[in-house]
């Protein structure tokens, strides 16, 4: 697959004082002095996502951190060409603190092996940072609950910094929730089919598809194109 490099900027409408610090992918960042100046790209890409990673984890723009085990941030290549976007972390992503290492991600996991892709190569992250969800009648279990729009949008200045620094050519929104997140508009997918691109402004050409938790191969076919 040839992906094809888009310079757009990140789109600040307010939200988390800590990320709008780290606004760099250039080597001359102001958080970037001495030695790390002479650091190229992508390494710069790496320093900077690791100082996104920390300010992300004191995060308290929405109430979901009271319940949450703790912050789960993006993780992957950090000049990837291609990036997954999910919906929220899972009871297994929130206990680990890495996204898609619970059923959806395993399943994902298939899909892309299924597509001839290597995850390490991508960068995957959430448009929600911290696990929302309710305790199962009469049970410990917590089940997953979809996030309100308020929440999504206190997290919107952190997976579109960090669209900014992986600079990608294509962005794989999994699930309507995802999609709407980064469009920033309403997405229905029906049955098994992705849409093939939908432009929007500050993010690259993307591509919403089922969540993987629903179907394995639709995710393998749309990230295969």
Known sequence: MKARRVDYKPGWAGGVEAARGVDARHPDCSLFTGEEKRHDIADVADAALAKLRQAAAACTACDLYKRATQTVFGEGNARAAIVLLGEQPGHEEDLA????????????????????????????TNA?????????????????????????????????????????????????????????????????AAASSYPAPEIPPSSPCIHPRSCAPAVARTVRR
């Open 97 to 124: 603190g890495r996204p898609f290492v619970g059923p959806a991600g395993r399943l994902l996991d298939e899909a892309l092996s299924q597509a001839g892709l290597d995850r390490r190569q991508l960068y995957v």
């Open 128 to 192: 929600v940072k911290h696990f929302k969800w309710k305790p199962a009648e009469g049970g410990k279990r917590r089940i997953h609950e979809r996030p309100r729009q308020g929440e999504v949008e206190a997290c919107r200045p952190w997976f579109q910094q960090e669209l900014w620094l992986v600079q990608p050519g294509v962005l794989v929104c999994l699930g309507a929730t995802a999609a709407r997140a980064a469009l920033g508009r309403a997405v229905t997918i029906e049955g098994h």
